[in-house]
């Protein structure tokens, strides 16, 4: 009977932190990439299928789909900004952590290099490091990570995107032609306070695929910011770092999440998402933007110095 009621409790109280977080912000509905203010021109955003450097020839592209097309060329996903997240300095121990910046902070999804379907959910507003007891008590009080029928974290008040909806690996394996419902779309977070903190989860979800032997058996929650937030007092999470953030600049950042337990291959490519509105807690240098019109210019410059170095001689 006590048992019973500890249970009951455990799962009131997590219940009860999900409807609190509710009361102190809202989010839109999903916009599509043509109304989302960052100058996609379409219904749904272009895309391109990036094979992961080093990677086995045709086993990445059967999943990756990162958005392009876009007027801003920070936020078209290509094999130069995901070179950026796998060697984003200062982060690897660290973690990056998100702050509000403005009352409003709006979430793009930009794509993913995941196999795996999971749910982008804002986790927690305006403590500096996740309240692991809140979150994962009621999930221990249902016997497991994988356990989504009795106690789900996320829902209609914290849920953001599905990464692989409408295009789960199976569907992509098929014919490599489908895409993500989601990506290129937007969410706005209001009523929000400046400074405080944001902490987002991904909930990366169960995938079993036997023809290429892949199998993830467990739902697993990964979270942004410190490692600290990836800890819990049972060992249900890994204790790593999750994310790496780029600058942007003006209060822009991309972020890309590792959804594997343990750290994965750390190339932070399997879910990217760009944030406006928001701060880091620690220094971040700018985004380095390649720009193809100034490789002439490189090419005149070094001929130049050959020029000049052969004259001597």
């Known amino acids: 009977m006590r048992n019973s009621f500890l249970v009951s409790s455990l799962l009131a109280g997590g219940l009860s932190l999900i409807g609190a977080m509710a009361q102190a912000y809202s989010i839109s509905g999903l916009q599509s990439a043509s109304t989302n203010g960052s100058g996609w021109t379409g219904t749904t955003a272009p895309h391109q299928i990036i094979a992961t450097p080093g990677a086995t020839p045709g086993t990445n592209e059967w999943f ?99 990464t692989r909806g409408g295009c789960e690996y199976a569907q992509a394996k098929a014919g490599n032609s489908c895409v993500p419902t989601n990506l290129g779309q937007s969410r706005v977070i209001s009523g929000l306070t400046v400074g405080e903190n944001l902490i987002f989860g991904l909930q990366a979800l169960v995938l079993h695929y036997n023809a290429d032997n892949i199998h993830y058996p467990n739902t697993n929650y990964f979270f942004s910011g410190a490692a600290a937030n990836n800890q819990d007092r049972k060992g249900w999470n890994d204790g790593q770092v999750h994310t790496k953030v780029l600058n942007l600049g003006s209060n822009r950042f991309l972020v890309g999440f590792e959804d594997i337990w343990g750290g994965g291959d750390r190339d932070y490519n399997d879910n990217v998402f760009l944030f406006e509105g928001v701060g880091v807690d620690i220094p971040l240098p700018p985004l380095v933007v390649s720009e193809p019109a100034s490789l002439p210019l490189l090419a005149l410059l070094v001929g130049g110095l050959l020029w000049r170095r052969r004259a001597r001689r």
Do not use: C, H, K, M
Not at 119 to 139: C, T
């Open 64 to 162: 990756s789909r990162y958005t392009v097309g876009n007027g801003d060329s920070r936020f078209n996903i290509d094999e130069s900004i995901l070179g950026q997240f796998r060697n984003a300095p200062l982060q690897d121990t660290t973690g990056a952590g998100l702050t509000a910046a403005s009352e409003s902070v709006r979430v793009t999804f930009l794509g993913t290099g995941a196999a795996r379907n999971s749910v982008l959910f804002l986790a927690q507003e305006g403590s500096a490091l996740l309240n692991r007891d809140a979150f994962w008590d009621p999930i221990y009080a249902t016997g497991g990570t994988n356990n989504l029928g009795t106690f789900n974290p996320v829902n209609s008040n914290n849920r953001l995107f599905e």
